[in-house]
């Protein structure tokens, strides 16, 4: 894992250097216990690992994020992301969880459990409209603990992009340096990234373009 993320910044250092101009410091073990305190579960190694490299990115920072434009949460916003979401199970009767679950899927199918919400995913990056990339901790029969998720109350179709966390950073470090992105001026000095098979301004998208096209195939 350390010398993934020493490729990933070397990459990210020499293709988006506001990106990598824009990563926090490293978090701390203390900040890391209530983190974990929060989520009320201990976080495998190679995610206090990420999270003691760069401890997210700054929340004023406006550019591309690193998860292929989804900003990467710190904690302190993971924890709030997470009791915002939960809130909702805690406010929902049953009923109303069980007729809102109905309206999810996920690919690969069995992957990821049919729920509007699980206090069990937890963001890593979101798209500041409701929709997040994150970890996956109370998986579906055919899925993996801590499998990299997408979730949220606008994505319909879940997708598993990896079965964990190092999966995940290989194929987006892959995707980098193959160069399979095309950078989209804004404004002056600002850009966003899009992919180029299939070709979508927003990650999430791209992973469910990705898994359906798959499925399909299958």
């Known amino acids: 894992m350390k010398e993934l993320l020493y490729r990933l910044q070397k990459c990210i250092d020499s293709r988006f250097p506001s990106t990598a101009a824009s990563l926090n410091l490293g978090a701390n073990e203390t900040e890391i216990a209530v983190l974990e305190k929060n989520i009320g579960a201990q976080l495998p190694e190679n995610v206090r690992d990420l999270y003691r490299w760069h401890n997210g990115q700054s929340e004023a920072f406006r550019g591309i994020g690193l998860f292929f434009g989804l900003p990467f949460l710190s904690i302190d916003k993971v924890i709030q992301h997470l009791n915002f979401e939960c809130s909702v199970l805690d406010e929902a009767s049953p009923e109303e969880l069980e007729k809102w679950s109905q309206d999810y899927t996920c690919l690969p199918v069995g992957t990821i459990k049919q729920a509007v919400m699980n206090k069990s995913w937890i963001p890593?990056?979101?798209?500041?409209?409701?929709?997040?990339?994150?970890?996956?901790?109370?998986?579906?029969?055919?899925?993996?603990?801590?499998?990299?998720?997408?979730?949220?109350?606008?994505?319909?179709?879940?997708?598993?992009?990896?079965?964990?966390?190092?999966?995940?950073?290989?194929?987006?470090?892959?995707?980098?340096?193959?160069?399979?992105?095309?950078?989209?001026?804004?404004?002056?000095?600002e850009f966003s990234i899009a992919s180029v098979s299939p070709s979508t301004n927003h990650f999430l998208d791209y992973l469910r373009m990705k898994a359906q096209t798959k499925n399909n195939h299958s």
């Open 124 to 189: 890593l990056a979101d798209d500041a409209a409701g929709s997040y990339l994150g970890l996956d901790f109370d998986p579906g029969v055919h899925g993996d603990v801590a499998q990299v998720i997408s979730f949220g109350g606008r994505e319909f179709t879940r997708v598993r992009a990896a079965e964990n966390l190092v999966k995940f950073l290989g194929n987006l470090l892959f995707m980098y340096e193959q160069g399979q992105y095309e950078l989209i001026q804004e404004d002056d000095d």
